[in-house]
């Protein structure tokens, strides 16, 4: 049970209070993740502000009409439908505070405003809810004094207060160590930056679905993307791994294929919003694509064909292989069996095992080499194309970008936006024809673009 | 730390002989759309709810800019004031709009010019105060190119000549993408405003540019638009 507050947001620099024009939630509603709930409005600018949680609406602080000072609590979510009373018996007392200090005072003294919402009285009222929040046994945090004096900004204080964080453990990033809403966020083990390990749910939503939503200042796109990583220091020469020296073999077997590279672009619309309904069922991205792989392989049998000095190989399954890089160096590749028979609930549940197993360096051989055909995709770092090399023993790879918007002019002039993937097969010219490629390409495409549901079958 | 200090003040006037370079860091693209013909209200509008949704859910998705001339209609904001509209409201004379934006009441009409911008701030800056006062600064660069001398109004939003008001804006904005804009008056009828209290304030005065350049047209303003909005928000037009 929690409760999370809405707070005013600052829309500039200069703002120091903020008018309410219209609350788009009534007390009760359900209200999702990144929904408008209200909109607030400064000068001649209104600004949608969005609920950062999945929740229950469970009451107006500040009615429609009022103006509250920036980082004031306005309104109150909670997780569930039950908890909306609790939280509406402890709402009206806030409200009537607010008002008062509102009222009592003047507009230039914003210091006092912005110390006044955690004056003690203000964070009583959050405190029980709270409390059963505590338990943050979920992440490794390191310990981290402030040597005694904790300095930490109004916003990180209250959300530390409703995350049951303790701020003395907490390392701020801002001026002089003073600690941020961020801060607090991180500590907490809310993933506030882009995970690197290369494998992901989406072919796409690069920054937007994978940085936590805060609802007032809505998502850093502008912060410089993470460091690159390096497994030695300057000046230094590291070995490899035995990983990395295994990937290096099979690289430079795929010197000895002849290959080519064929590419399409597939329109996403459809599938986006297919993911969107399977996805509570926990049907991950990669589940699709696989699937997606898969059927179209049984229909294109040429396209999981491999080369071997008898001739062609038609393995007797079609396993997928999806290519995942590992943090200490090198990528594996686990491997989905039977791709095209099995469902996507089934594709999703293997998936999760076998990366967190990949990371244990629990897999065994058969796991990671029995791929009859590989999936690659960096779509969550946002690259729109790339080419991948073949691995030894298998006829083809398939390289997935990320899914991007691209405006689309139709005849009569409307204009409209479409989301585009970009997908490119590298294939050994030996076994797979250009034709081949491209005709595989084409109903991978169809599959994608006009029937995703069929992926459910 | 003062963050005063750090913060841009927007160019006055004679700064803007400066040509920009387009291809600095900080450029972003976006879709530059000047429709030849009038174009309807609620058309405009889904262009833009398209771009608003699309920056949304994809911040790197391509921004867009409109420079175009509507049929006459009102359009109120979210939190507009009704008394403001001196008609009963459903005898209104014209199409009245109800639109998710900033501000009170205003009138749109062929011979005024309208900027709509569906722009990512993260992108530029997320600061609204900042972003109204540039959209004034577009207007103010332009009537500098014009000869005739804009000026802002302490505490109002808008750009005037004289004593009278030439230019409006009105935003909206979710997750610091925008939508909405400015509308100048060029060679517009002005008599549609006299049933409406524009932007909510009594005693304004409207104006329009041909009260001080006889013959101006909508055509002649709209490559100068079209280059103050390139410039003061850094873009490159990507469609050209």
């Known amino acids: 049970m929690a409760t999370h507050d809405i707070f005013m947001p600052a829309l500039s620099s200069t703002m120091t209070e903020g008018k309410i024009v219209e609350w788009l939630k009534k007390p009760g509603d359900k209200v999702e993740r990144g929904e408008s709930v209200l909109v607030v409005e400064s000068d001649k600018a209104d600004m949608d502000v969005e609920s950062f949680q999945d929740g229950f609406l469970a009451s107006i602080v500040m009615p429609a009409g009022s103006s509250a000072p920036v980082g004031e609590t306005i309104g109150l979510i909670v997780e569930t439908a039950d908890e909306i009373a609790a939280a509406q018996a402890n709402a009206p007392s806030t409200a009537s505070q607010s008002t008062s200090q509102l009222k009592a005072s003047s507009s230039t003294q914003v210091q006092e405003k912005e110390a006044s919402v955690d004056s003690p009285k203000a964070t009583e009222v959050k405190k029980e809810p709270s409390v059963p929040l505590v338990p943050d046994s979920s992440t490794s945090q390191p310990e981290f004094l402030n040597d005694g004096r904790i300095v930490a900004s109004p916003r990180a204080k209250k959300l530390a207060s409703q995350m049951g964080v303790n701020l003395a453990n907490v390392r701020g990033s801002g001026p002089h160590g003073r600690i941020q809403a961020e801060d607090v966020q991180s500590a907490k083990g809310q993933p506030i930056s882009v995970p690197w390990i290369a494998e992901s749910n989406a072919p796409a939503n690069i920054v937007s679905d994978i940085l936590p939503r805060v609802e007032k200042k809505s998502v850093d796109s502008d912060k410089p993307p993470a460091a690159g990583k390096s497994f030695g220091s300057r000046g230094e020469t590291i070995a490899f791994n035995t990983l990395q020296q295994a990937v290096n073999r099979n690289m430079e077997e795929s010197l000895n294929t002849p290959c080519f590279r064929v590419g399409y672009s597939i329109l996403t619309d459809e599938l986006d919003s297919f993911y969107k309904q399977v996805k509570p069922n926990g049907v991950t991205m990669t589940a699709l694509l696989v699937k997606a792989v898969g059927l179209t392989l049984a229909r294109h049998p040429q396209v999981n064909a491999a080369f071997s000095s008898e001739g062609i190989a038609y393995p007797s399954q079609i396993n997928v292989a999806v290519a995942v890089a590992m943090e200490d160096g090198g990528l594996i590749t686990p491997v989905l069996q039977n791709a095209d028979e099995t469902s996507l609930a089934d594709l999703s549940l293997q998936w999760a095992d076998l990366v967190r197993r990949a990371r244990n360096k629990q897999l065994e051989p058969q796991e990671y080499s029995s791929g009859t055909f590989t999936l690659s995709n960096l779509g969550m770092f946002g690259v729109d194309r790339f080419d991948a090399i073949l691995p030894p023993g298998t006829g083809a790879i398939l390289a997935v970008g990320a899914s991007l918007p691209k405006v689309v002019a139709s005849k009569d002039g409307s204009i409209s936006i479409k989301k585009q993937m970009q997908v490119n097969l590298t294939a050994d010219h030996r076994v797979i024809y250009g034709a081949d490629g491209a005709l595989f390409l084409k109903d991978l495409s169809y599959l994608i673009e006009k029937n995703p549901h069929s992926l459910s079958s | ?240």
């Open chain 2, 1 to 240: 730390m003062n963050k005063k200090l750090h913060s841009v003040s927007p160019e006055s006037g004679p700064n803007i002989n400066l040509e920009v370079t387009p291809q600095l860091a900080q450029s972003s693209s976006a879709f530059l759309f000047e429709p030849k013909n009038i174009v309807p209200f609620e058309t405009a509008l889904g262009w833009q709810k398209i771009f608003q949704k699309s920056l949304i859910e994809e911040p790197f998705s391509p921004q867009a800019v409109w420079l175009l001339e509507h049929f006459s209609c009102f359009t109120i904001g979210r939190g507009s004031d009704k008394k403001n509209l001196l008609f009963e409201e459903n005898k209104s004379p014209l199409p009245v709009f109800s639109i998710e934006r900033g501000g009170e009441v205003t009138h749109h009409m062929p011979g005024q010019v309208v900027g709509y911008l569906a722009l990512n701030l993260s992108l530029h800056k997320k600061d609204l105060s900042w972003y109204l006062r540039e959209l004034e600064q577009v207007l103010i660069d332009v009537l500098y190119l014009l000869g005739i001398e804009g000026k802002r109004i302490d505490g109002l939003t808008g750009v005037w000549c004289e004593d009278k008001k030439v230019g409006s804006i009105g935003i909206g904005c979710k997750r610091w993408v925008t939508q909405h804009g400015f509308s100048l008056n060029v060679d517009c009828d002005l008599i549609g405003f006299e049933n409406i209290v524009p932007c909510g304030l009594d005693k304004v005065k409207l104006g329009r540019l041909s009260d001080w350049i006889p013959g101006i047209k909508v055509c002649d303003v709209k490559p100068l638009l079209r280059e103050s909005v390139k410039r003061r928000f850094k873009l490159n037009w990507r469609n050209r």
